[in-house]
Each structure stands twice: as C-alpha cells, then as structure tokens.
C-alpha cells in the first residue's frame, strides 16, 4: 500500500534564505522554489507514521564553524542544504539539492525518542553534526545523529508539562537556552547544560514570567530587538523585553523582565507567533494572520477556511525590502504573501483615501447635514404652523353668522378667510426670518471655534484623518460619479466624471476637475448619469448620458459636448440608464428606463473620431410587467441562436428575457430603414444647437405604428423585493446579484415550445450579514492558465457567443462555470469577497450602499488582486490614494489549494472521467462540519487534487451524501444527482455536470441546485398542527440511502437522531422534495441506514431497509411498494442484535442462490467491534405483501477488538472482504471465511478523525492494455443497491488487480493498494 494523494492540515512551514519554502503535511516534506515565481517542486514522505511539527535548516555559518582547518575547503557546500524534521517522537535528517531538478533525500533513518518533541535547534560540533532536542516534560538532550546516541539528558527542576518550547543553542552545550510554555500558563527559562555540583541535581529555573491565563501555544525570540513573543490560549500574544538570551555563556536576560504589550486582536485561539526586527506576525484558529507594529494591527492576511491557520513562517526582509510570509491551515491549504516592510498606517485602506473636494466654496460633510437638518427642521415648523392655521381657519369656517368680521384700520367688513390666509404667510415670513437669524448666529460660532469643529471631525470619522486636498471648480453637490475606461490600467491615469445637482458634469484628470457640460435648468434637482467607452480606430471614445425627471436623455462625447443629441423617453422621470458596447468598433446601445415601465432604447454609432459626431437610431422599446417599482436595473445583449436577446433585471428583483425575432442580415436591413425615416440623423457643426429626436413610440412620428417587446421569459421577483443589481454573461451562463445577499446562476433554453426560457442553476450566497450585492468580477486563474474575458465586454459573435444550452446533458459538453469574487457593501464597508476561500479581498469603510461609487481594478471585469475605490460621502468626493497592492505592499499566491477546515464526515465517489491527454480525474464529493459540500477531482497517478465546486447552503453540517451517477461510453464527462443531508434536519439536492475541457486540462464543474427541504418549513404547512408536538429543530439526519430510483424520481431513506426512520421522494422534474413516510421504531437516535433490492420469480420487487441505532440492534424494513401508503411497515420484519452500543457504519451485499437470497451485513460499533450477520431470505407467494418475506439468521462472527478505538466506516468488497477504519488511525482489510472473519493487513492513515471511507477496484488486462472498473456499493439499475451504491459482480478479466481507499477525516489520504 502506498499514498497517492494527501490533503492533511499543514503543521510546519519554514523558508531557506528567501530562495525556498519547505512544508510539512502529515509525513510528507514538499519544497517549493520562490523565484522567479513561486511553484511546488518536490516532495518526500520523511517520518512514516509521524506528523512533522517542525522543519530546522542547518545554518551556512555553522556548516563554515564546523570545520576543522585540516580541511582544504574555504567554505560550505551551497549545492545542498541540511536539515532536520521532527514530529511526535520523531526526528530525522533531509538534504535538500539544490540541482536540477530541485530534490529531496534522506540522509539518515528517523530517529525514534522517548518523548514528544517540541523543539530541535542545530548545533556545531566535533566529530559529527549535534542537535539540542526539547522533550514535552520539560527536559531537553543533545543528540549526536551519526551515532544515535544521547549524549546529555537534563530534566528542569520544575517538572511541569510544556505545551511549546524554544531552544537557542549555541556552539556547545553549556550554552543552550531553553524556553518552556507551561500547562500553568507560564513562561520558564533555564539552562540545561548548566554545570551542577550533584549529577542527579536537576537546573532551576532562572527566569519566570507570568501573565497569561491559558496555555502557551507558540514562542519567538528577537536577538536584535531583545524581545519575546508568546502565543496563547487566552486568545493574546504578549511581547516581553528580556533582553539578551543564549550566545555564548548562555545568557538569561534581565532579571525583571517586563511585558511590553499585550496583543488583542484575534477571536479564537492564538496558535504561531513569529518575531521579525519591530514587527509581529500571530496566526489562530480563527483563520487570520495578523501583522502587528507598536501594539496596533497593520496587516491582516486571510485565505484559509473554518479550522484556522496551523503554522506560520516568515522570512529575513531580502534585499528588495520585502519578506514573505506564509501560513498553512488546517484545511491543508498553503497561501504565500510578499509584503512591503515600510508600513505607515494601519490596516484597513479606508484611512488611505484622498477628499476630491467639492465644491470650491469648501462645503464640507458635516456642513452639508447641518443645513440639511435645518431644512428638515424649517419644513416641519412650516407645515406646523400652516396646519395650525388650517385647522382655525375649518372651525371659523364651520360658525356661518361669523364669517365677516371688521377691520381695525380701515374700518371694512372682511373675510375671515383672507384674515387666516395673510396670517399664515406672515408667519412662514417670520420661520424665514427666525432661520436666517438662526443661521447667522451658528456662521459667528463656527468662525470662533473652528478648531474645535474640525477636532470633532476627525474624532468622528477616520477617512479624514489623511485627506488630500484637491480644489474643485464648480457649482452644486455631488450626486453620481462613473469612472472612465482608459488604455492605461493604472490607478493614477485613471479619470472620472462627475455630475452634480445643478446639472453640470465635471472630469476629474491629472489631478484638477474641468467642466466638461452643463445642463440647462432641467437637468437640475435630478438626473441620472452613464458613461461608456467605444473603441473607434484605435483610441477610445467616451461618451456620457445624463437624464433628467422630465424624459430628457442628453448623449454627448467627453472630447466633444457640442456634438450631443438630445433624445426623448416619455414624459416622466427616467429611472436609470444603461450602456453596452457594440459587437463593431464604434457603436453602442443605450437604454433609458421611462415612466409607465418603457425602456427606451438607442442605437449609437461614433462617425468621426477626430470631431466626434453621433448618430442615432431608436430601436423599439421594452415593457417591463407591471409591478409597483416598475424600471429596469440591469441589461445585457447576447445571441440566441439567430435571434438577439436582452437579458435584464428590474427594481422589483426579477429576470426578464426579450428578444428580436431577427437574423443579423435582416436586423442591419432594419437599422438602414430607420435610419431613412429618422428626424434625428445627427450630421451638424460643433457650433449648432442641440436637436431633439423624436421616439418611435410617439404617434407623431410620420404615423409609424407604436413598437414594443414583451418579455418572452420572466423569473419574477427571483432576487427579493430590493431589486436586481447586475446581470453578466460568461461562457453560456448567466450571473446576477442582487440586494438580497445572493448571486444567481442561470441560463436560457429553448422549452416545449420552442421558445427560450430562463432556469436558475444554482444560488450562491456572500458571507453573513454582506446582503447589499453589486456585481460579480472574475478572478484572476492561476500563473499559466488562460484568463477568460467577460462576454459583455468582448466582442460580440454571432459564431461563438450563444447563450442558449439546448441540451442539458452536460456529459456531452464542456461546461464551466466561472470562479468569481463577489462586489458589495457588508455594513458600512465596501468588500470584495471570495466566497470560495470566504475572505475578504478589499475592505474600505465608505458609510454603506446608498451612494455612487465606481470600482477600479487592473483588468476590466476581473479581480486581479489590486483595486481601488472612488466613491461619495455625503456631498464630498472621496478616492483610494493608493491601490490594494500599494498600500498593502502585498502580493499573494495560493501554493497549495485547501478542503474542509474541519472534519470531514462523509464522502462519495461518483465516477471516473478520462480527459484528451488520457488523464484519469476520480470525482468525489465530500461533506464537513463546516457546512460545505466540496466537489474534488483526484488523479490518482500524479498525486493532483483539484477543488471543482464548493457548496455552502446548509446551515449545519453535512452528515450523509448519496448520489445516482450516468456516464457516457468515452468516459468524457459524468452527470450526477447529488443529495446532501445534516444537521437541522436539512437537505440539498443538486445535478452535477462535470467534464474535461477540449484542451484536455483539469475538469471543470457546472452545479445545478435541484431542490432543498427542512423539517421544520414542512411543519409549518401542516394542518392542524396545533394538536401535534413539534418536531425538535436540532434533529440531524445521520446517515442516507437510495431504496429506490425511477426515472422519474429518487426514494431515500434516511437515518434521525430523534429516533425515526424517515423516507423522502427527490424529484427533479417537479424540484421538490417531500415526506413520505416516517417511523419511530427505534426510540433512540438512529445511526445509519443501508438498502439492497430482491426479486423474485414473478419479477416483484421488495425493496429492504436496514436501519440501526445507538441500542446495537438492526431493524430490516420490507417496502414492497410506493403506491400506497397503507402498504408501508409499521414495524420491522427482523431485528438483529449486533453491537453493545451504537452502530456507526453499516454495509450490505446481497447474493442470490437458487430459491432464497444470502445476505451479509457489516457492521462496526462504538464498542469497537466488527461483526458480520449473515441471513437467510425466501420469498413465498402470498397475498399478504407483509408476509412474503421468510428470514432466519445463519451465522454471526465477531471481532471484539477490530479497532483501539470506536469503528467509524467499513465497507463490504467482492470476495468476502471488507475494508474498515477507525479513530486509531488504522485501515485494516479483513476477509470472511466459513469459521469467521480473518485479518489480512493493515495500513496506518495520516488523517486524524477518521469518519468516512469510499473504496474503488480496477482491473487491468496487461495483454489487451485494458481497464475494468469495479465499484463497491453503488448499485445497477436492476435495483441491487447499497447504500445508494452501484454494486457490481467481479469480472475474470485474467489480470492483476489494483484498488483505492479514500479515507476522510481531518483532511483526506488517497490509498493505491496493490
């Protein structure tokens, strides 16, 4: 047996003079080269059945100090490089050769002791190389490795368990330093080769330092600074000045030392701590990675999943100013960092932003909503005192005899009515006049305490404490800002437009703001703005829409605004607006969403490059359904088929489908008629007035008949009641986000009818409490790979760019679905997150999603890790002074790919695929305590993992996964339904669609979410519920089976920890899941479920249910039919007692002999015992379908102690044989004979907490060269099924036999067995 694959949790890390990072995962030792980019390069297995903790370089100055001066040699060997592994009890030396190929060797078998090590440093000496161990019980030894042999042990005076240690040896023995993190919570330095007078005397402890109130996970030392580091339990690190420790005479450090700063800033356990000149980097369970400068936070680095960051390193600063730094999680992942050392503020960019101030009179923020308060205040006193009025003037009106009255002055009979009237606008002269006073008083105060005022502003906001000033000439407040599109990517280059109350629009370039266009009064109060860029000969031509409350769309080119049109979209307020680029240089389509639910739309092209003229052509309008928020929000144009197509999202949170019923000749046609009949050809000189264009809407239009689409396709109301806020195309499928915290994959196909409808494919949800989405950006693939480009900003073709998926059947066809970070506003912030990693790749404190902004990144519609951000704050002009990758300093990479950060409780293998280049990809998915359900592809012959899909919809974690799988002949591609199961009683239903690519690379998987039920909604639609108890919230289904598959639908039974057995219909025509029978039999919480199919003579099927619970007992369920629910047990036909406890693991192989059925069942308890069940089954002809079925128990064997520790999964194979494994860490292969069951062998697994086995055979024919693949337990069409597994017969192929074992637990292990 040998290992083909390993993701385990990463418990050591450590760089050799920034040129090369080591890593330790399980036993496994991998290096990766640095330059010129970072890249894995070889791997060993060094420490067998150890896990390695730590990696020690042997330094170049010791290797030169080791030599005698007999030897010729001026200096050390740099083609190789010496180091030392530990783990466990384990050590052992490596040599990494530096030649090419870059590679790994053992030098010198491990190296067992008698205690766990906690630390190992190099030290020089005569006649070989010497290592100073630290042993968990606060004991160190020095070790001479050529020898083996120990030639000093001393043990501390304060015989205390450690947790970590530290050793600073020097040159000889006397020297060594020894730093130990108590099971007390403290820190203790001694000397362990202290001379003492008595040699059974043990050396005291010299240094003592307290102050932590939980165990010490991690300790670093700084020569040069002085200082030490200790990383905790209570979730701190603390910084201790102790001065100098170790060198020569071993040095113990000051005899006070005192601690300089206690650390707060993660929120879990602190695991690593490491110390750089002033700097601290500390990582914990709670995923991060912290950089820390004079006690405050600079830095945070995150890329694991749940679990947390196991190991840390950091490298010396290299000549280029920068360091890496590195951290590996317990998701097996390995993420790289290069950052910049010179960081002058602290973390979070918000504090990085420069005030683009608007306007020149300096209206400041706070300014802006004092008066706005004032305004509010004035209104509501006005509206007082004229309801006051009114009400006077309703009773006066109410006492007819006293409706005249006398005027004082000139003595004439009056109306009261005008006595009230001139009151009431003398008094609103008075409100005038108290507010005028008022705000004069408040100009004199301001004047005399404006220090005091800006004092408060700053202690209110961060984003002012580093503003740039930069004076902006124009009238009015900022409303809407849109950045420009430039051939230059840089963030300094970059320009942006503003456009303000007053109707002006004004460019921000070079660090000045020009007026670029004003607007008459019209254009004031409200408008709304867009710009897009359109390539025409090779330059960019900017154009800009603005609209007004009145119908006015205003179309002009940034170079040239005289040249504008004016076009109308009604006669009411216009809602927003909309640009997409042409598929031909030097065009675009605009979009106007109007009054009365019409999207107007234009046809612009650019004429003239130099002079830029416009022309214009209406296109027929969109009508949107009819709702209460009826105007659209996003749209975007794709091909279906021959036909052109809008896709667009509307206010009220649908997805409508137009389309043009047109081919691409008939469509120019079109467009050259209309160009004949339109009034609004726009061919004049840069000094000629503005022209309106007439719409085709507009019964004037020389009696053109009114033209609108309707769409052909409606998901109403899919993202919510807050609307849709973008929808984007790529590679055939469709992305939108919306304010309901949720992106939404979908597509179009072509219905029974033959009209193009859209389907959701799958909903992927942000981050808690991240609701306000925006937009989805590409990420950026890894160094190699091909990055795709965005379909709507591509160019257009008719050839290549259809959306439409007129097959399903993706085992036929290559579909991908994009990796994407998502855009959006999480509280008061403004993030980009990745909801893969589940970390956040920008992060600026803007105040909340009510305000325009504009993004900008290095490429165009991708994530490429650098970004900025421009945005408007109340009334002021706000923008990132430097981008992610300047003011961070960072730059990152992704060396190695991370699972599930916890524990792994199930798992399923589908199929395998072979790709062009004949590569073999096993698909498995796998379910974790993390929530996910992680689809893999494994190659087992190189070793690869690759992550295919990551799926977050539960809310508990996933405890059962079974599938039903359909491959195509050339085993290209696989199609699966898949089906989830865990906690709160949940499950999940999905299609996968996987195959290879056509250039034969990795596989690629497009998820299709089928349907989701919970016990608890389905409560809630009962009848008469008050009457029943309610089911308990916590239930969690345990373990899950396939009973039954029909073409139709799938039946499940499945395993509840509140004491039922539970069967449940899958659906995927309907995408419904529903209850259909439950029974609570078993009075405890029941543990796992299995189902095989008989069949006899007459071509009945019984389908059987195996249920067991904590108790040990197996129940047998006969399910003859689904028709009828009168025809479903009430009670089992047969129990069988097998365990003491709970049975954690259950498998079934059914084998049909003459006129009855020889069952075998596996089982493996929690008292660790194996045992098989063998029964006996005949089917009888009777009328009763309860009574057909005679079962009698022929022999039972046990194997007390199959395990050390509670049997977790097993596995029946052909054969008799069965595989099982256990939390000792152990894969044992058994075989059932006549007289019992044998042990054959065992292998030790590297994965901790093992939960879960799949288990797969090949067969090979070495004289044909070909392959038969046998699985185990997922079964055939004819109803012989386990567990939802196929079961398949072995086939006598003549050849040798090879098979897998996929064991999962913390982290996943990959077995070949020969």
């Known amino acids: ?86 783990g466990g009890k384990a050590v052992r030396l490596i040599r990494l050769h530096r030649s090419d190929p870059l590679h790994l060797e053992n030098i010198h078998p491990i190296i067992e002791l008698h205690d766990w090590i906690l630390d190992v440093r190099w030290m020089s000496g005569d006649p070989g190389p010497l290592l100073c161990v630290a042993l968990a019980h606060n004991s160190a030894l020095l070790l001479d490795t050529d020898s083996e042999t120990i030639l000093y042990r001393r043990s501390c005076s304060e015989g205390c368990l450690l947790y970590s240690a530290l050793v600073l040896a020097h040159k000889s023995w006397s020297d060594t330093v020894l730093i130990g993190g108590t099971v007390f919570n403290q820190l203790v330095i001694w000397k362990p080769g202290e001379v003492a007078e008595n040699v059974e005397s043990k050396p005291p402890v010299e240094r003592r330092l307290l102050g932590h109130s939980g165990v010490i996970f991690d300790i670093s030392y700084s020569e040069k600074e002085g200082v030490l580091a200790s990383a905790s339990d209570d979730r701190s690190v603390r910084i201790w000045q102790v001065g100098k420790l170790g060198g020569k005479g071993g040095h113990c450090g000051e005899e006070n030392p005192v601690c300089l700063h206690v650390l707060y800033g993660h929120q879990a356990r602190v695991f690593s701590v490491r110390l750089l000149n002033s700097k601290v980097f500390s990582a914990g369970e709670d995923g991060a990675c912290l950089m820390w400068d004079n006690g405050q936070v600079v830095q945070t680095l995150k890329g694991h999943r749940a679990g947390g960051v196991r190991s840390l390193a950091v490298s010396s600063e290299s000549c280029e100013k920068a360091i890496w730094v590195t951290s590996g999680g317990a998701d097996g992942g390995v993420r790289l960092w290069k950052l910049g050392v010179k960081q002058d503020q602290t973390e979070d960019n918000e504090e990085n932003l420069k ?7 300096k209206i400041d923020a706070k300014e802006l909503k004092k008066q706005k308060v004032k305004q509010q205040d004035k209104s509501l006193r006005s509206e007082n005192m004229k309801t006051q009025h009114e009400a006077h003037y309703l009773k006066l009106e109410k006492e007819e005899p006293a409706l005249q009255m006398d005027d ?40 005399h305490d404006k220090s005091d005022l800006n004092d408060e502003m700053d202690a209110k906001t961060t984003i002012e404490k580093s503003t740039v000033d930069t004076h902006f000439v124009g009238v009015g407040v900022p409303k ?41 009064p019209e254009f004031q109060s409200y408008c709304v703005m867009e710009v897009v860029s359109v390539k025409n000969k090779d330059s960019l031509t900017h154009l800009c829409a603005v609209a007004n409350i009145h119908g006015s769309v205003q179309v002009f080119s940034i170079a040239n605004p005289k040249s504008g049109v004016r076009l109308v979209a009604g006669n009411g307020k216009i809602h927003s607006l909309i640009w997409r680029k042409g598929s031909v240089d030097g065009f675009a389509w605009l979009l106007a969403s109007g009054s009365d639910g019409l999207v107007h739309r234009w046809w612009i092209e650019v004429t003239k490059s130099e002079n830029v003229q416009l022309k214009v052509v209406e296109l027929a309008s969109f009508e949107l359904p009819k709702c209460s928020k009826r105007w659209l929000t996003a749209a975007i144009r794709v091909h279906l088929g021959e036909d052109i197509g809008w896709v667009c999202g509307d206010r009220r949170g649908s997805l409508l489908l137009f389309q043009e019923r047109e081919n691409t000749k008939s469509r120019v046609d079109e467009i050259d008629l209309l160009e004949k009949n339109l009034a609004n050809e726009v061919n004049q000189e840069p000094e000629e007035e503005i022209q309106e264009a007439s719409t085709l809407n507009q019964d004037t239009n020389k009696g053109r008949p009114t033209l609108k689409l309707t769409p052909v396709s409606a998901l109403f109301s899919v993202h919510g009641k807050q609307g849709v806020t973008s929808v984007f195309e790529h590679s055939g499928l ?18 029974e009818t033959q009209e193009y409808v859209l389907e959701v494919l799958r909903v992927q949800r942000a981050c808690k409490g991240m609701e306000w989405l925006e937009k989805i950006l590409i990420l950026e693939t890894k160094v190699g790979q091909e990055v795709e480009i965005l379909a709507e900003e591509k160019e257009e073709s008719t050839e290549t760019n259809h959306v439409c998926l007129k097959n399903i059947d993706a085992t036929k066809q290559s579909v991908q679905e994009v990796r994407f970070a998502i855009v959006g506003f999480h509280g008061n912030h403004f993030v980009v997150w990745d909801p893969v990693r589940q970390e956040k790749l920008l992060s600026v404190l803007c105040g909340g999603g009510h305000r325009s902004w504009s993004l900008w990144t290095d490429e165009k519609g991708h994530w490429t890790g650098n970004g900025a951000l421009v945005f408007i704050k109340q009334g002021a002009v706000l923008a990132s002074e430097k981008t992610v990758k300047e003011a961070n300093g960072k730059i990152g990479w992704s060396l190695r790919e991370g699972i599930h950060g916890r524990g792994i409780g199930c798992v399923h293998r589908l199929g395998r695929i072979m790709s062009q280049r004949n590569a073999c990809w096993d698909i498995v998915v796998t379910g974790g305590e993390d929530t996910s359900v992680t689809v893999l592809a494994l190659n087992p012959k190189k070793g690869e993992m690759k992550v295919l899909a990551v799926l977050t919809d539960h809310i508990s974690s996933v ?39 056509d250039r034969g690379e990795a596989p690629s998987c497009q998820v299709i979410q089928v349907a989701a039920h919970r016990l608890d909604e389905q409560w809630e639609r009962k009848r008469n519920r008050h009457k029943m108890v309610k089911m308990d919230p916590e239930t969690r289904y345990m373990s899950m089976a396939v009973l039954e598959q029909t073409p139709d639908s799938l039946t499940l039974a499945l395993a509840c920890s509140d004491g039922a057995v539970r069967l449940f219909s899958v659906s995927e025509v309907k995408r419904r899941i529903e209850l259909l029978w439950e029974s609570f039999h078993h009075q405890r919480c029941v543990l796992s479920v299995a189902t095989c199919c008989l069949q006899d003579a007459q071509g009945n099927r019984h389908q059987l249910l195996f249920s067991a619970a904590t108790d040990g007992q197996i129940a047998v369920w006969d399910f003859p039919s689904f028709s009828s629910s009168d025809q479903n047990p009430s009670s089992p036909i047969f129990t069988v007692s097998a365990h003491q406890s709970g049975v954690n693991s259950l498998d079934i192989s059914p084998i049909k002999l003459n006129d009855f059925y020889h069952i075998t069942i596996a089982s493996g308890g929690d008292d660790g015992q194996l045992a098989v069940s063998q029964i006996k089954i005949q089917i009888v002809d009777n009328s009763d379908p309860q009574n057909q079925l ?43 004979g006549s007289s019992g069951i044998g042990h054959q062998r065992a292998v030790c697994s590297h994965v901790a907490d093992a939960a879960a086995l799949a288990v797969w055979e090949e067969e090979r024919d070495w004289e044909s060269g070909s392959s038969a693949e046998v699985v185990f337990g997922d079964g055939d069409d004819s109803g012989n099924k386990n567990g939802g597994e196929v079961y398949t017969e072995k086939r006598d192929t003549g050849g040798t036999e090879e098979g897998y074992v996929l064991i999962c637990g913390q982290g996943l292990q990959l077995i070949h067995v020969l």
């Open 1 to 86: 047996m040998e290992t083909a694959a390993l993701v385990a949790p990463v418990t050591a890390l450590e760089f050799i003079e920034n040129e090369f990072l080591l890593s330790g995962e399980g036993p496994v030792l991998t290096v990766y080269s640095l330059h010129p980019s970072p890249k894995n390069c070889s791997s060993l297995s060094v420490l067998q059945h150890q896990r390695i903790h730590g990696i020690r370089p042997k330094e170049r100055q010791q290797e030169q100090d080791a030599k005698t001066p007999q030897q010729e040699k001026p200096g050390p060997d740099e083609s190789f490089y010496d180091l030392a592994v530990f």
């Open 734 to 751: 469709f992305y939108s986000t919306g304010r309901d915290g949720c992106v939404r994959i979908f597509h179009s196909k072509v219905s």
């Open 480 to 520: 809407v800002i849109c950045a420009l599109d430039s051939e230059n990517s840089t963030w300094s280059d970059c320009r942006f437009l503003v456009c303000t109350d007053k109707g002006g629009v004004y460019e921000y370039t070079n660090a000045k703001w020009d007026l670029v266009w004003q607007g008459p």
């Open 408 to 447: 004082p002055e000139t003595g004439n009979m009056v109306n009261k009515m005008e006595v009230t009237m001139d009151n009431l606008k003398l008094s609103e002269t008075f409100v005038e006049k108290q507010d005028q006073s008022h705000l004069e008083t408040e100009q004199v105060f301001q004047k």
């Open 959 to 997: 405890r059962a996964l079974t599938a039903v799988a359909n491959q195509d002949g050339d085993r290209a591609g696989l199609s699966a339904l898949v089906v989830s199961a865990g906690g709160r009683a949940q499950m999940q239903c999905y299609r996968l669609l996987i195959g290879c690519g």
């Open 1190 to 1232: 005679f079962i009698s128990l022929v022999n039972q064997y046990h194997i007390p102690l199959a395990h050390a520790a509670p049997l977790t999964s097993l596995k029946l194979l052909k054969e008799n044989q069965i595989v099982s494994t256990s939390c000792d860490q152990r894969v044992c292969l058994w075989r059932i």
């Open 355 to 361: 005030d683009l101030k608007f306007p020149v009179d």
